[in-house]
């Protein structure tokens, strides 16, 4: 028997187009199936209105390779990933568009994020915004001017 919650998924799921039942393998079907496969996750574990923003919050950032609590800059949170111009760069392993340079410098790539007027979004070296811990990662959109 399908629960009120799963069933609100259900509707707002076909409304973009994504059903279970969908005849056609592919996405839309996929997205359905995944989506209303962490629904009843969710709800077994039973959240109230107190627990699921926490829950919520929490997942939303992990699920997207992204820290819950700020980056400190220790040793054990780097790997190193190569070298450019033969000097070691590393990748921190919280977040993995950070990264330190050989000189100690330590650099977001993605903290700015360029949109153009179509609202595509890119980033570039100009992305690279340098930090100083401990730190939250956190992107600025920049609004750039239409493409030639």
Request: charged fraction near 30%; include cysteine.
């Amino acid at each position: 028997m399908s629960s009120s919650f799963r069933k609100f998924a259900e509707r707002e799921l076909e409304l973009i187009g994504s059903r279970v039942d969908d005849p056609e393998e592919g996405p839309n079907k996929w997205a359905a199936e995944n989506v209303l496969e962490l629904i009843d996750v969710f709800e077994k574990q039973g959240h109230s209105g107190a627990s699921a923003p926490i829950i919520l919050s929490i997942f939303n950032k992990v699920a997207r390779w992204e820290p819950v609590t700020p980056l400190t800059g220790a040793d054990e949170e780097w790997t190193e990933v190569g070298s450019a111009k033969c000097k070691p760069k590393w990748q921190n392993k919280r977040c993995p568009h950070v990264f330190k340079e050989s000189n100690g410098r330590a650099y977001d790539s993605e903290g700015r994020i360029f949109r153009e007027p179509s609202g595509a979004c890119f980033t570039n070296r100009d992305s690279r915004v340098y930090i100083e811990f401990p730190y939250t990662p956190k992107s600025v959109y920049v609004d750039a001017p239409a493409s030639k």
